[in-house]
């Protein structure tokens, strides 16, 4: 989040990079979110699955 507004504080005059920066951030975002419940299930016992997709 600091290293996130300090980007923002420098290029604050370029809307066009801080568009695509944003961009860049969400798309990483939505992937990471997406590899997770795979993540998640492979280490978690058949009985432990729903209180362990809690936490994603």
Sequence with gaps: ???AL??????????WLLCAIMGLLGLGVGIF???????????TSAQETSSAMSFN
């Design 1 to 3: 989040m600091p290293a």
């Design 6 to 15: 300090a980007v923002f504080a420098v290029i604050s005059s370029q809307l």
């Design 33 to 43: 979110s997406a590899a997770m419940p795979t993540a998640i299930l492979a280490v």
